[in-house]
């Protein structure tokens, strides 16, 4: 018989330190399917983010550079522009993108910079232990909301991909979520249509994916999916939120 | 029957398995179970074998969604 799915070409025979159910390898393995379709896996350059996914790098058979907190557009705007026949793209957690990293990310949007962002929001601090993110839910419970989001004490989640999608100089911004097989499936599309968006050179692309924490949401993995079903994609609806490849 | 035995199989590494069991809640044939053995790491891993399956009335079609669900990248689908 013919193998048709196994282990991606640029990833390592490494094994996933993320917990039972987490969404991070899933992305990981979508990231590195689109890299081995694209034939790139010679040219990319990847920056990790500080967060669960601060280990990318042991499992992505490509090169990468970590960044520090928050600073994966920073960082990934020098390797772009020294290095401009690369494709580089910066994975990013909620924690590090929407709160310590958001002016750098928003700064990079603007200026158009040819880089590609994964963007995956769990709603969490997951590295630390659950604490509120500015993702989290009104009335989703964390270790320092315990009790649920109150709105008049912790304020508005933020829409940073909304935001950036004002930015003049994005292109192509959309937002998934890996709880299904569906969902999962369109969201590799969705990454392979952001590095071509870099590949082509016409500007700064973003994929924002919805992403389960059981851990922190003290969930089972089934369970996890279903309140990304059900409560998640109803504040952070999936679509396509902003999309000019057709238009330059 | 035994064609349908050779038409598709999966691969389950059961040393990568840490027990979501989204693989299990995802097949649309109920192939895959929970196996009664701990793995090394310490979970009971999913299993498939086609040995303890009713193969009349059941067979994996090769369909993958156990594989595109599985967080750990450890089945391998393979068809015929």
């Known amino acids: 018989m013919k193998k048709v799915f196994g282990r991606p070409k640029s990833m390592k025979a490494a094994e996933f330190h993320y917990c039972p159910g987490c969404g991070h390898s899933i992305i990981h393995r979508l990231i590195a399917e689109v890299i081995d379709e694209l034939g790139i896996q010679e040219k990319i350059i990847g920056v990790p983010p500080a967060g669960c996914a601060v280990l990318a790098y042991n499992y992505f058979d490509v090169d990468m550079g970590e960044a520090p907190h928050g600073r994966g557009a920073a960082v990934a705007t020098g390797i772009k522009r020294s290095l401009p026949d690369r494709i580089v793209f910066s994975y990013q957690g909620d924690g590090d993108i929407a709160a310590i990293g958001t002016a750098e990310t928003i700064h990079a949007a603007n200026r158009g910079e040819l880089i590609t962002t994964i963007f995956v929001n769990n709603g969490v601090y997951g590295m630390t232990g659950g604490q509120m993110a500015p993702t989290t839910l009104v009335g989703q419970d964390s270790t320092t909301t315990p009790g649920g989001r109150r709105l008049e004490r912790d304020g508005f989640p933020i829409d940073l991909s909304e935001m950036l999608a004002i930015a003049h100089g994005s292109v192509y911004i959309e937002r998934t979520s890996v709880h299904s097989p569906k969902h999962i499936i369109h969201t590799k599309k969705a990454i392979k249509k952001a590095f071509k968006t870099q590949i082509e050179g016409l500007g700064f692309s973003l994929v924002e994916i919805l992403s389960p924490c059981p851990t922190n949401w003290k969930m089972s993995p089934i369970k996890a999916n279903e309140f990304i079903n059900s409560t998640i994609i109803k504040n952070f609806p999936l679509k396509v939120i902003k999309d000019e490849v057709g238009k330059l | ?80």
């Open chain 2, 1 to 80: 029957m035994a064609d349908k035995l050779t038409k598709a199989s999966i691969r389950i590494n059961t040393e990568l398995c840490k027990g979501c069991y989204l693989c299990k809640a995802t097949c649309p044939e109920n192939l895959i179970f929970v196996s009664g053995k701990l793995n090394s790491k310490g979970y009971y891993p999913a299993n498939y074998s086609e040995e303890e399956l009713d193969i009349e009335k059941h067979a994996c079609k090769g369909c993958a969604l156990c594989a595109i669900v599985c967080p750990d990248l450890a089945i391998e689908v393979y068809r015929g």
